[in-house]
């Protein structure tokens, strides 16, 4: 298969149809822009079978993904869509750079979801950006950024109730959107890799986080995070 692109977490290949791309989920982790990088078997069909069961919650409830249909358990057929290079984070509980940035204790619940912007580029490390930024750096239009960040709140109410059936509180997570033929829709995954999920009861940290703090297995967390989500 063709490359098309590839990332710190995942391969893109040209689909054997026009308008579709392959992607394959790797085992690779990375944190602190690919600084820390180790190998955890297992850890893509984990992360593809996470998105699949969100994928298909979101498309039930009116929002389109790129998710066509899962190849084998580490690779996806999805939509050819041109993504934007606009991160979307929404934050429901303060945590990570949000606490470092703003000098706020992990683990405050924030009066309302936060929507926060940062620059998809490795080599400048993602910086944040604000939408005046995005508007003049012709990243998006002004329809798309309202329309993603409409998406990504609607994701959000969607997710934390499902994850809350699992008895997992979604602290924050990073959307990626892209543009397919005149429509906004979701791309990417949606994992532990990119969410922060604390255990409801205990707080215990079932995310990346794990890995970028080294506070314990990895695997066990994120395999336990699929049971439960298979479960709801
Ligand atoms: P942060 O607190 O490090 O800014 O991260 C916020 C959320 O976004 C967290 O759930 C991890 C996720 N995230 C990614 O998936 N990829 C990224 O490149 C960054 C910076 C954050």
Not at 32 to 41: I, L, S, V
Not at 154 to 159: F, G, L, Q, R, S
Not at 207 to 218: E, M
Request: hydrophobic share 40%.
């Amino acid at each position: 298969m063709e490359v098309v692109y590839e990332g710190k977490s995942k391969i893109v290949y040209k689909g054997e149809t026009d308008g579709t791309f392959i992607i394959k989920y790797k085992d690779s982790a990375t944190a602190g822009n690919g600084a820390k990088k180790q190998e955890f078997a297992g850890k893509g069909a984990v992360n593809a079978k996470i998105t699949k069961i969100l994928f298909e919650l979101f498309e039930q409830s009116g929002i389109e993904t790129h998710y066509i249909k899962t190849i084998d358990e580490t690779t996806v057929l999805v939509k050819k869509a041109e993504i934007v290079q606009v991160e979307v984070i929404i934050r429901n509980i303060a945590a990570g750079s949000f606490s470092a940035r703003y000098g706020i204790p992990e683990g405050k619940i924030l009066p309302f979801p936060t929507v926060e912007h940062s620059l998809k580029s490795d080599a400048l490390n993602d910086p944040l950006i604000n939408e005046s930024h995005i508007l003049a750096l012709e990243l998006a239009s002004e329809k798309e950024l309202k329309e993603m960040s409409e998406k990504a709140l609607k994701i959000n109410e969607i997710m934390k109730d499902f994850y809350k059936k699992a008895n997992l509180t979604l602290v924050d997570f990073k959307l990626e959107f892209g543009r397919f033929e005149n429509r906004i829709i979701l791309c990417d995954e949606i994992s532990p890799d990119s969410c922060r999920l604390w255990d409801s009861k205990t707080g215990q940290k079932l995310d990346k986080d794990i890995f970028r703090r080294d506070l314990g297995d990895l695997m066990t967390a994120y395999n336990e995070v699929l049971r439960r989500a298979t479960n709801v």
